[in-house]
């Protein structure tokens, strides 16, 4: 069952440290950026090497020695970035990440979008061939110069600049960490001409003073607007509150669940974002899902005042409930506004709203706290509704969650990533990092490389970083993994495989049904078979400890048990579980129930 590769990896340590002295005085142009990266407290750079920015990588190396900023090797952009995205779901912090020039920048696109959607801070450095003509190197440096780089990813960042002097990118820099870390956040990218990096640049002013460049803080609720929505929620008969993008912070996770129990608030949640209110409370609406399910949708529909925290998706929430118009009174807290464009769709469906609190909800959470009456009645847990698997059939992701629940007693997780199948009564969540929520923009092959940034952000805690994933999501990113190997990094992925792209299994079923042809071929150019990937060679291939594949209950228990022994003897461990295909009902209905476009 368990194969850990044999290998040495005695050069893998943190950091990977220069074997000759460091140069202790700037030099070149790149050595002043290095400083200024090192000045912006990025703990982690994350790369694929590329010519483009040798420059900065000589000076991250043998200036700075590698460290303050420590170079995480990716065997894929794509990774780079996706490691970085899940660092910041746990940690709320950029790391930088470097794509060498236009190719680099093409393969990190998707985990670019996927950050942009689920609005998390990155600092993206981006490289060319030399601007000015005459320093290119004969072909290479022509076709990795691009005019205008960064408008392959203007429509999915926040902010984007090619500063042609040192002294443009020091500032460049400070403003697009501001940027990328002022709500709502999101990635920045900056481009770095090679020849600017290779060019002599001696002294330059003091390092600037951090403290005068931070992100800009949320401001207080206007009072008018924070004056209308106290009085709707302090006369309503059946508030709803739903918890959207909301951060990690526990203060804040307590605050929600005061608003929460001042106003006798049910409260939705959603798996598409972390967890932000216990799922046991007794005001929780249950089951929790990627979207409210049939069963809870009709504690909603009585509602009279709603209050939305940065809910990701208001308008069609609303249209669910009342598709022939909202007659509850809507509190929108949310800026999420300040990034909406016209290229991308992220803003979902304009939504009516009553009143607007243009605000993060950590800023409006403790304002209504305080304007709000105490409650006036304590609150308990709901009894838990999660029946025990039947140890019979096919594995099942419910069978996956008990067992591994078994496994972990006692011990603080997290949930780094949850297939599109999880039921939210599988298991409960009682603190903002016992779940961070999915991959924003829907990209398939984040999940690894989100799961490797999640680990990386909780290296060093007692909460073991679990990612369960599908084969398809697992198979596209997997070499991310070998980064978390590399530079041991502890956590557990489970691999829920079905041999399919099961997704397009229920869309093509649907379109079956709905024109009249037979559901038995939705299968077909679906199903990851004959030959069936080797889940288990793929993961020791990239050096992680490796289990399975677990074809029966039996086995389940037993494996990850050891599974999770291992990891958190700082292992990265991978184990592939055989599973029946299906999903929970509300997944079902959400993908299924759709316009019919061109039907009779």
Known sequence: ??????????????????????????????????????????????????????????????????????????????????????YAKVSGKPLAVVLHSNVGLMHGTMAIFNAWCDRVPMMILGATGPVDANKRRPFIDWIHTSRDQASMTRHYTKWDDQPASVEATEESLLRGMQIATTAPCGPVYIVLDSAMQEARHVGGAPMPDMARYKAIPSPSPDPVSLDAAVRLLSNAKSPVILSGRVSRDPKAWADRVR????????????????????????????????????????????????????????????????????????????????????????????????????????????????????????????????????????????????????????????????????????????????????????????????????????????????????????????????????????????????????????????????????????????????PEPDIVMFARAQGATAFGPVKSHAELAKTLAEAVAAARAGETVVVDVHVAAGYAPSTVAALTETKEVGSP
């Open 259 to 530: 608003l929460a129990e001042q106003l006798g608030a049910t409260v939705f949640t959603d798996l598409k974002v972390g967890a932000s209110f216990p799922s046991e409370h007794e005001l929780h609406a249950m089951p929790r899902g990627m979207f409210i399910s049939k069963e809870s949708l009709g504690k909603l529909q009585s509602s009279d005042v709603v209050l939305s925290l940065d809910w990701v998706d208001l308008a069609g929430t609303l249209k669910q409930a009342w598709p022939d118009g909202c007659p509850a009174k809507v509190i929108h807290v949310s800026v999420d506004h300040h990034v909406h464009n016209g290229w991308d769709m992220g803003y979902m469906a304009l939504p009516p709203v009553d009143v607007r609190l243009a605000v993060t909800p950590e800023a409006a959470v403790p304002a209504l706290i305080k304007a709000l009456p105490a409650s006036k009645r304590a609150y308990g847990k709901s009894p838990a509704k999660v029946a025990k698997g039947t140890g019979e059939g096919p594995i099942t992701l419910k069978d996956i969650a008990l067992t591994l629940r078994e496994a972990v007693k006692g011990h603080d997780v997290c949930l780094s990533r949850l297939p599109l199948g999880w039921d939210g009564s599988y298991w409960p969540f009682e603190h903002p990092l016992d779940q961070i929520g999915h991959s924003g923009g829907g990209g398939v092959g984040s999940g690894p490389g989100m799961a490797v940034g999640a680990a990386l952000a909780l290296k060093g805690t007692n909460r073991l970083p679990i990612a369960i994933l599908g084969d398809g999501d697992y198979l596209m990113g997997v070499t991310a993994l070998w980064s978390a190997v590399h530079y041991k990094v502890p956590m557990l992925t489970v691999v829920a495989n079905n041999h399919s792209y099961f997704n397009d299994e229920v869309h093509q079923e649907r379109v079956a049904v709905m024109r009249g042809r037979p559901v038995e071929n939705r299968w077909i150019g679906q199903r990851i078979a004959d």
């Open 1 to 86: 069952m368990r194969n850990k590769s044999g290998e040495s990896r005695s050069n893998a340590g943190i950091p990977e440290m220069p074997t000759l002295p460091n140069a202790v005085e700037d030099g070149w142009g790149s050595d002043r950026i290095a400083r200024i990266i090192r000045e912006l407290d990025l703990p982690f750079i994350c790369l694929n090497p590329g010519a483009s920015f040798r420059g900065l990588h000589d000076s991250l190396v043998n200036l700075l020695g590698n460290v303050r900023p420590q170079m995480l090797l990716c065997l894929h952009e794509e990774a780079a970035v996706a490691i970085a995205h899940g």
